[in-house]
């Protein structure tokens, strides 16, 4: 049949059915998959953007941790020769005016896995004191920069009123 042949309705029906078909293929294979790849770029933008502001985060993580490290290994340097926690929590304790209430000082060494230096740990108890006598204890040990670290204390009441018995772990590194 020939297009001549046909009415004014069919051509317009036969036109509207060539019309729907070819916008349907436009949509279809040209403009959907257009917006689809459009969305993955954006998802993709979104991802990448992501993982670059987890990046920075860990580059100034990681300069903080590297200035701290400089800072600390300055500081384990300008410890005087034979530097030995025991007897620089002696000589604090002397101070502290605090040496005639130790009760012990016991002192370990550990080597820690992927570590150049051993941990070097003094725990000891003191009996009798009171808070004005253990606060400026702690406050030299905490403040040195011989890179001393009170990992932990234990504080009892004693019998006497105002009176204290603790038990302090302090620890540093050695080489």
Avoid: C, W
């Amino acid at each position: 049949m020939k297009l001549s042949q046909l009415s004014t309705r069919e051509k317009y029906a036969l036109a509207a059915g060539i019309s729907f078909i070819f916008i349907y293929i436009l949509i279809e294979f040209i403009i959907s998959p257009y917006l689809d790849k459009q969305e993955q770029v954006k998802r993709e933008l979104k991802a990448k953007s992501e993982t670059l502001a987890q990046m920075q985060q860990l580059k100034s993580e990681f300069q903080l941790l590297k200035e701290k490290s400089k800072l600390a290994e300055k500081y384990f340097e300008a410890r005087p020769k034979g530097f030995t926690l025991f007897s620089f929590l002696d000589t604090l304790a002397g101070k502290a005016d605090i040496k005639d209430n130790i009760a012990y000082m016991k002192p370990s060494k550990s080597k820690p896995k992927d570590s150049p230096y051993n941990v070097s740990l003094v725990e000891l108890k003191l009996q009798g004191i009171n808070l004005k006598q253990l606060t400026p204890y702690l406050h030299m040990v905490e403040t040195s920069k011989n890179m001393v670290f009170i990992r932990r204390v234990s504080i009892t009441k004693t019998g006497k009123e105002g009176f204290i018995d603790a038990i302090i772990q302090v620890e540093t590194f050695e080489s």
